[in-house]
């Protein structure tokens, strides 16, 4: 088995082969450092390794394998996974992709964390993210930026864009991601992952960010490595203010069951007036044909988003700033030192009428679901993956001006929305651009559905299937 073979292997089937002794989880890991070492100059994905320290982690992994049942094990034991640098892990380096933060080691780890660890994944390196993570690149000063294995002239997207760009170019076959404003689906779509935002509360974390809608997950390569793994890393937690309603069953039994005949909307047009790039209406349209030939209800859907939303929203994700400490802000970028006046120049009485129009605004928006159609079918941006470095040059030149990014909200346009309504959506890599780009397509679910959207995902991947793709670096 050659060390590509291996890494472009889902995370289910590289357990699968560890705890059948077909290859040990040393083996695994070397074969995702040399990919490391092979490819990462190039798209600049992985920005901090512990090679040390995963390599001690795999041999003790393989000598669980010798001692252990393996049933006592986790299920994805001895398996790599590399975290976003937005995310403490104790004794790790968390620079935010900030020449600004602390070079302190983090005392705490977040829950997300412990439950990889929990569930056997080897924690290795740390991917790319803009600075502080609010826009739509893994592009920053610090690091510099990353790019698309499929294409490294474009952008793999953002936050989670390291994360993506490292699982896409086979570095690792599933890695660690959040969402907050379409972080997870964002990149997903641009280089041709699986990507799922989970409900409000589903996933526990230390603090409820961004009012709950910034969420844990990862990116990975099918359906059922996304299911799976969220069986591991899914609550409730009685330490947090909010939880999201167990599920019936584990989430990977969903993979494969039938959803029934539903309704599906299909939306034609974005929000705001934003025109839809053809390639991307075209993905939109190829899944909604797919859906309509397995037997469902198919019809056309608009979603109207009021202005206030938009400037609502920015106050709450500009607000969470506060959650970084030790900071040297007059070391940091240009639109983050924006973003950082604007969140002082918002009182406490705005905040709170600001989440309140959150709230109303989103209320009206979840009744659609069960009433106008059981899913909604939309592209997961409006435009195909922009140039690498663009996005960060954009929010540069924006908080010179004062005008905002437009390719930053062609991007998030279709995705933010859900992350308020606490939604779980889930972008499929189901379309390729004639220049051989992805291009996603999101499925979004009523609330707490994350059952319905990996059924019908499931349904998606076999009709639509995108396994045999791999890019060539």
Not at 114 to 132: D, H, K, M, Y
Not at 228 to 242: K, N
Not at 285 to 301: F, N
Request: proline content about 8%; charged content about 20%; overall charge negative.
């Amino acid at each position: 088995m050659g060390d590509d073979d291996l890494t472009f292997r889902t995370a289910r089937s590289m357990a699968a082969a560890i705890t059948a002794r077909e290859v040990s989880p040393l083996e695994v890991l070397d074969a995702c450092l040399a990919r490391a070492d092979a490819v990462n100059d190039r798209i600049n994905a992985v920005i901090w390794r512990n090679d040390d320290e995963a390599r001690a982690a795999a041999r003790r992994a393989g000598e669980e394998l010798v001692h252990r049942d393996p049933q006592e094990l986790g299920p994805f034991h001895g398996v790599p996974i590399p975290i976003k640098d937005l995310t403490l892990v104790a004794g790790w380096p968390a620079t935010f992709g900030s020449w600004a933060a602390s070079e302190r080691p983090a005392e705490d780890t977040e829950l997300v964390v412990e439950a990889f660890r929990r569930a056997g994944f080897i924690l290795t390196g740390r991917t790319n993210t803009p600075e502080f993570g609010p826009i739509t690149a893994a592009e920053n000063v610090r690091y510099g930026i990353s790019r698309n294995p499929w294409n490294l002239e474009r952008t793999p997207g953002g936050s989670s864009g390291g994360a993506a760009a490292a699982t896409a170019a086979g570095v690792f076959p599933v890695a660690h991601a959040n969402d907050g404003g379409g972080s997870i689906r964002i990149p997903a779509s641009c280089c041709g992952l699986v990507g799922l935002k989970v409900s409000r509360g589903r996933v526990p974390s230390l603090v409820m960010a961004w009012e709950g809608g910034a969420v844990e997950g990862v990116v990975t390569r099918d359906v059922a490595d996304t299911a799976a793994i969220l069986d591991t890393i899914c609550g409730p937690d009685p330490g947090q203010w909010y939880n999201a309603p167990a599920p019936q069953r584990p989430f990977l039994e969903e993979v494969g069951a039938n959803p029934g005949r539903l309704r599906i909307g299909v939306l034609q047009q974005a929000p705001f007036g934003l025109p839809i790039e053809p390639e991307c209406a075209e993905a939109a349209a190829e899944a909604a044909a797919a859906l309509e030939g397995l037997g469902h209800h198919v019809e056309p859907a608009a979603l109207e988003v009021p202005d206030q939303f938009v400037t609502a929203f920015l106050n709450v994700v500009n607000t969470g700033l506060a959650d970084y400490h030790d900071v040297d802000w007059d070391r940091a970028e240009p639109h983050i030192r924006a973003n950082l006046a604007a969140a002082r120049a918002v009182d406490s009485l705005t905040y709170v009428r600001s989440v309140h129009d959150l709230q109303l605004i989103t209320r009206q928006l979840v009744a659609r679901w069960g009433t106008d159609f059981d899913l909604l079918v939309t592209p997961t941006m409006t435009i195909a993956p922009p140039p690498a470095g663009a996005i960060l040059a954009a929010v540069h030149a924006g908080a010179e001006s004062g005008e905002p990014a437009l390719q930053v909200f062609q991007m998030a346009v279709l995705t933010s929305g859900f992350n308020m309504s606490g939604q779980p959506a889930i972008s499929l890599p189901t379309h390729m651009s004639l220049d051989h780009v992805p291009i996603g397509v999101q499925l979004v679910g009523g609330p707490w559905q994350e059952a319905l959207v990996l059924q019908v995902a499931a349904q998606l991947e076999q009709a639509l299937p995108w396994a045999d793709r791999r890019p060539t670096l």
